[in-house]
């Protein structure tokens, strides 16, 4: 565990939650360049390319919080990459909500673990942290698709921001007690 001290800023939960926005780039980019979410592979590719904006945003935040490596943003790349991947080649590419329901605890699980390894190094109770991922990624999907009905045709690699920004804050409150308990 870490021991350096770092006096978290005031606010910091309102940057979290403001990181949010790096979700709306990050799925564009992935289907930019993968276009619709149809293999394993592309899963790979474009959970890479939308975890690491998405990172980008997350780090931007936690270091209001934590004294966070750039770490952060590869296990964020990595840990989406081999979740979509492996939901995708589990499951399918369909895109009616039951798919991306099944495919979500898993990209939570990969995320969770691969963030947790950053993560344990400021706070003893980590490990909820992939619980909490692997629970919320699903609900994350259940609001997007409330959302854009008819569009998750598309086979997006991530949930859109209407699920990224309960996703976000439901991660920042976890993220607030796991701190406050090192």
């Known amino acids: 565990m870490n021991t350096m001290t770092h006096t978290p800023h005031r606010f910091w939960w309102l940057a979290w939650a403001a990181a949010f926005l790096g979700y709306p780039p ?19 590719l474009g959970g890479a390319l939308a975890g690491a904006l998405i ?9 209001r919080l934590l004294p966070i490596r750039l770490t952060w943003i590869a296990a964020t ?16 590419s369909d895109t009616s909500l039951n798919t991306p329901l099944l495919r979500a605890p ?17 706070t003893r109770r980590a490990w909820l942290w992939v619980l909490a991922q692997t629970l919320l990624h699903p609900l994350a ?7 854009i009905g ?19 804050v439901a991660l920042g409150v976890v993220l607030g007690w796991l701190i406050r308990e090192r």
């Not at 990050?26 to 592979?41: K, N």
């Not at 898993?106 to 400021?122: C, E, M, S, T, Y």
């Open 26 to 44: 990050g799925g564009a980019l992935a289907t930019a360049v993968i276009g619709r979410l149809d293999t394993p592979i592309e899963g790979i």
């Open 106 to 122: 898993f990209a939570g699980l990969a995320l969770g673990i691969a963030q947790w390894l950053v993560l344990r190094q400021h």
């Open 150 to 168: 008819q569009n998750m045709e598309i086979g997006f690699v991530i949930f859109g921001a209407s699920g990224a920004l309960f996703y976000q």
């Open 55 to 63: 990172g980008i945003a997350q780090y931007l935040a936690l270091g």
């Open 141 to 147: 999907w259940f609001i997007t698709a409330q959302v």
């Open 77 to 92: 790349s990595i840990g989406l990459a081999v979740g979509v991947g492996v939901g995708v080649l589990l499951f399918g």
